[in-house]
């Protein structure tokens, strides 16, 4: 039998990490041996985890957080991606040895916010945040031409910091994204509101903004076994649809899985689905 592909995840904490169970599904339904492990590391030690995991015979491995710009830093080349989010998700080695850092984290939001019929291709859409998460979705949310795109951080200036990198890349025109420090300054419906800050991790509620469109739709980067408090808080404003992160863990494991697998994209429908079963 062939031998099993070696890959991994590195985190703080990472014992409640999905990604094993996830890429373990994948496996199984592909029925390709692969052995998927979660690394507890510290800021200090990451680069020579990674080296040792990789000199070990490692076939590639996800960071997650707080590592995934330090990941950034280390890898000897970045995809265009994952240079726009300044962090990586995936680590992919050559043949010499040297490491590739990709970011698969927007695709994997976009694919999810396909699948559960949300759109964001000419409406009105709120981001909250301006951190590494924010980083990762927004050059591929602005690819899908949204009518407006209020970014809202309690800290504005990083916000505006945010805005003047994505205008120079030419990702974004001045006028299509507008930053606010509160979503209470905003004066049209929204659409779609996208919770990208670690407010839900705190139990923290955000300002929402005063007016939410009939069809609104809601999207928590974050996943638990419950309802997050910015789901909650939106279904009490009257959004019908909200959900959690865990379609987008799901979907940006399966592109990280194909690019160390290769051959086609894992099915994701039956990933989720047995989480589902399962919670
Ligand atoms: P991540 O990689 O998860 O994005 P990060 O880079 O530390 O983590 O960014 C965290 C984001 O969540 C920031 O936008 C932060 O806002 P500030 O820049 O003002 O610190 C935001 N955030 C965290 N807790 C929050 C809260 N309770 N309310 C609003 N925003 C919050």
């Not at 945010?162 to 300054?185: C, F, P, R, T, Y």
Request: net charge neutral; aromatic share 6%; with cysteine.
């Amino acid at each position: 039998m062939k031998p099993a592909a070696k890959l991994g995840v590195f985190g703080n904490p990472i014992e409640h990490s999905l990604s094993p169970r996830i890429h373990g599904l994948f496996a199984e339904a592909r029925q390709e041996p692969v052995e998927y492990r979660r690394h507890l590391t510290t800021p200090g030690r990451f680069s020579r985890s990674v080296a040792e995991f990789f000199r070990h015979g490692g076939l590639g491995a996800n960071v997650t957080l707080p590592f995934k710009q330090q990941a950034a830093r280390l890898v000897t080349q970045l995809t265009d991606r994952a240079r726009l989010a300044g962090a990586v998700n995936t680590l992919i080695p050559n043949e010499s040895g040297q490491l590739l850092g990709d970011n698969t984290d927007g695709e994997g939001l976009i694919k999810d916010i396909h699948n559960k019929g949300f759109c964001v291709s000419e409406r009105s859409l709120v981001v909250f945040g301006a951190g590494g998460s924010a980083r990762g979705i927004l050059p591929l949310l602005l690819e899908q031409k949204p009518k407006n795109l209020y970014l809202i951080n309690r800290t504005v200036e990083k916000a505006l910091t945010l805005k003047s990198e994505l205008m120079a890349l030419g990702l974004v025109a001045a006028e299509q994204i507008q930053v606010h420090s509160s979503a209470s300054d905003i004066n049209q419906p929204i659409e779609l509101l996208i919770n990208a800050t670690s407010s839900s991790l705190s139990g923290q509620e955000l300002l929402l903004p005063p007016v939410l469109a009939e069809n609104a739709c809601g999207y928590d980067l974050m996943y638990a076994d419950k309802p997050t408090v910015f789901m909650q808080q939106l279904s009490q404003a009257g959004c019908k649809k909200v959900t959690d992160g865990l379609g987008m863990l799901i979907e940006q494991a399966a592109s990280s899985y194909q690019l160390w697998m290769g051959g086609e994209r894992p099915d994701t429908a039956f990933v989720m689905a047995q989480f589902r079963s399962s919670s």
